[in-house]
């Protein structure tokens, strides 16, 4: 099982994932059109660049937007799960360990009690966000079974990997269903809400276009975000 | 029944169907009528998937549905923070919905809709300010509003004032020659008190074009002589057209995109023939939103902008001000507590939030200007937006809207709002009317005109002289 899931399984998933995301990517940047988004994009390049690069930026601080200061809890939130949802899965050692022998690269790691750390943050991060989707009237409302299948899909990897990184219960079998969560996880980006994971960066350097070139950057205003 | 005498799919487009419609008070039979009015969702489905591209279609996808747009909308806030007025489920019920079910949708359905994208959005765009994904629900609701528009789902007011546009060029029955008739004779008024005033028709090359809304002709017909009288005294070589002076747009409220090319395309006509340096519009936020920021995309112009340089009344001002043109007497100063109003349609989504500041630095005695929170691109809408103000159906739901602008207003504890803003003026007067809090509203002309520090040889000679 173990072989299947390292072999075949994972190269099959991070191609799917990464191939699909570069399709979603272009296809995202071919699809905008000046005359139905009405915002003149290669008429600025100059101008809607800094703004794409703004918009992005910004929101990627903690608490550096208007956004994120007025629902500090949400944010915390927020970046406790993202940040251990970005730097887990690429900079764990034994990942790197496991990426090195697959793909004969490696990322930078993290030392073992910071990963501990993040990951236990991330995991109370993910459960106060489903918390919160069960009990505020105006997350209840939006929330579908999609959204939790989302929800479920980013919590196994993390449920799984503390398991099979405290040795609780079977580790030969925590390992594989960690390692089958995982490319769960890879399979459904192009495919879910998960593709925001790309899309973000898509959607944010849009509107920052928007803002950038049509209203009020070529006015020299930066819009305070 | 299909379409209905007064309520069906077809724009206004003669002075005749404009009288008919405005005969039916209140919109009684028309709203009536559409209740059987039928859908084309053929026609639905297909205009969608010729219109509703990356973008549109990436934020309805990935919306994370995590809520944080709630807090954002003041209509949200202001009825009693019910998950129905959230953003993102006002969207996804709406467009949302119509977009799965692939238009087949019921004229209930249609009906409902209508009502959440007139009176439950206002267009303001604040929402795409804090989605984490940046995701424009106020965009998408003026999108919606074309759907509804096509389909004869359009509020009664709205789409009178489409087939205004349509056939007057005007928001209003004010034919060119009420215009210009009125425009000379308001400034004749007031030649006796400012020497030399005079409004040229129709001069080639001016530096200064400029456009008006049409309640100023028709209503306010002050704030004309007003603008003639501060570009007198500012020296400035200004014209007025005598066709293409309407800078307003209902019909970008209806949704009507057809019209709103129309509209815009006579204004633009009007720069190419009397190719001024600039235009100068008045004090209005969704008239400069529909000819200066969106208006170039509905004539087709891939520079995205206008002709010529169009600007915003406070910039102008803002500018006279700066350059010494205009003068104002320090002693004249506003000396009370005062606050000022930012229309989202030019400051959120044009990037003005320092001219009009500049202007109040020159306008208020330091220390009586009292900033309303939040405000600059994070300002409320003023309840009144996006046409909201104009629609009869849903006024028990603007006046609730107001609330959020009333109590900004309050806490301010100012005593004046300045509101450079048609619609802002307008929600502002409405509120006073409807809560009585006790302020003044004003445009700044009037305000800029009492404290003016005139040059001697524009003042009226004395007769014992």
């Given at each position: 099982m173990y072989e299947i899931l390292t072999g075949p399984v994972f190269y099959l998933a991070l191609g799917v994932c990464i191939i699909g995301m570069i399709v979603r990517f272009v296809l995202y940047f071919k699809g905008l059109s000046w005359q139905l988004d009405r915002v003149a994009y290669k008429a600025y390049p100059g101008a809607g660049f800094k703004g794409a690069v703004r918009s992005i930026y910004k929101w990627l601080i903690p608490y550096g937007t208007y956004g994120w200061r007025t629902q500090p809890v949400m944010a915390f939130a927020f970046f406790g799960f993202h940040i251990g949802a970005v730097f887990i899965p690429l900079c764990l050692i034994a990942h790197n360990v496991f990426l090195a022998e697959k793909l004969g690269f490696s990322l930078f790691t993290i030392s073992t009690s910071v990963a501990d750390l993040i990951t236990w943050i991330a995991v109370f991060c993910l459960l106060f966000l489903t918390l919160r989707r069960l009990v505020l009237p105006e997350v209840r409302i939006l929330t579908d079974r999609k959204d939790w299948g989302v929800l479920l899909i980013s919590l196994a990897p993390f449920i799984t990997g503390l398991l099979a990184r405290y040795q609780v219960g079977d580790y030969t079998l925590m390992l594989n269903l960690h390692i089958l969560s995982g490319e769960i996880v890879l399979f459904a980006i192009p495919f879910t809400k998960l593709s925001h994971v790309f899309l973000f960066f898509a959607s944010r350097a849009q509107l920052g276009m928007d803002f950038g070139i049509k209203r009020g950057g070529l006015k020299g205003t930066k819009m305070a975000w | 029944m299909p379409e209905g005498t007064l309520c069906n799919k077809k724009p206004i487009e003669t002075a005749e169907g404009i009288t008919t419609l405005l005969a039916d008070k209140s919109g009684a039979k028309y709203y009536e009528e559409m209740k059987h009015l039928d859908i084309d969702s053929d026609l639905l489905w297909k205009t969608i998937q010729n219109t509703v591209k990356s973008r549109m279609k990436t934020w309805l996808e990935i919306c994370a549905h995590c809520g944080m747009c709630a807090d954002s909308c003041f209509l949200y806030q202001v009825n009693g923070r019910i998950p129905e007025q959230v953003p993102a489920y006002k969207i996804q019920s709406t467009l949302g919905e119509i977009i799965k079910k692939k238009g087949k949708v019921s004229n209930k359905f249609m009906r409902d809709t209508m009502e959440v994208a007139w009176a439950q959005c206002t267009c303001c765009n604040r929402c795409g300010t804090y989605c984490p994904h940046g995701i424009d629900t106020g965009i998408m609701f003026g999108y919606l509003r074309g759907l509804l528009h096509q389909q004869g789902f359009v509020p009664w007011e709205l789409k009178i004032g489409a087939g205004m546009h349509r056939v007057?060029?005007?928001?209003?029955?004010?034919t060119d020659e009420d215009f210009v008739d009125t425009f000379e004779w308001m400034v004749e008024e007031y030649e006796e008190d400012y020497p030399g005033v005079k409004v040229e028709v129709d001069k080639d090359d001016a530096d200064i074009m400029y456009t008006v809304n049409a309640r100023e002709v028709k209503h306010y017909p002050e704030d004309l002589a007003e603008a003639a009288i501060l570009f007198h005294i500012a020296g400035e070589n200004w014209t007025v057209p005598s066709k293409g002076w309407e800078q307003t747009s209902l019909a970008m409220f209806a949704g009507d995109w057809a019209a709103c090319k129309i509209q815009v395309e006579s204004v633009y006509e009007a720069m190419d023939r009397l190719k001024p340096k600039r235009m100068v519009g008045t004090e209005c936020g969704h008239a400069h939103r529909a000819t200066v920021v969106e208006g170039p995309y509905w004539a087709g112009r891939p520079d995205g902008k206008p002709p010529v340089e169009s600007i915003h009344y406070v910039e102008w001002l803002a500018e006279a001000l700066r350059e010494g043109k205009l003068k104002i007497d320090p002693s004249k100063r506003i000396k009370e507590p005062v606050t000022l109003q930012d229309s989202c349609?030019?400051?959120?989504?044009?990037?003005?939030k320092n001219a009009t500041r500049e202007i109040m630095s020159h306008i208020v005695e330091p220390g009586y200007f009292i900033e309303m929170a939040?405000?600059?691109?994070h300002n409320y809408c003023c309840g009144g937006g996006g046409g909201f103000n104009g629609i009869g159906l849903f006024r028990s739901q603007r006046n609730q809207a107001l609330i959020t602008k009333r109590d900004q207003i309050l806490a301010t504890g100012a005593k004046l709002v300045i509101a450079p803003c048609h619609n802002c003026w307008d929600a502002i007067r409405d509120l006073e009317e409807e809560y009585e809090i006790g302020i003044k509203w004003s445009f700044l002309k009037p305000l800029v005109l009492k404290m003016l520090d005139i040059p001697e040889h524009l003042l009226p000679k004395d007769e014992d002289e």
């Open positions: - | 007057y060029h005007a928001q209003m029955d004010v349609n030019y400051i959120r989504n044009h990037g003005m939040p405000n600059k691109e």
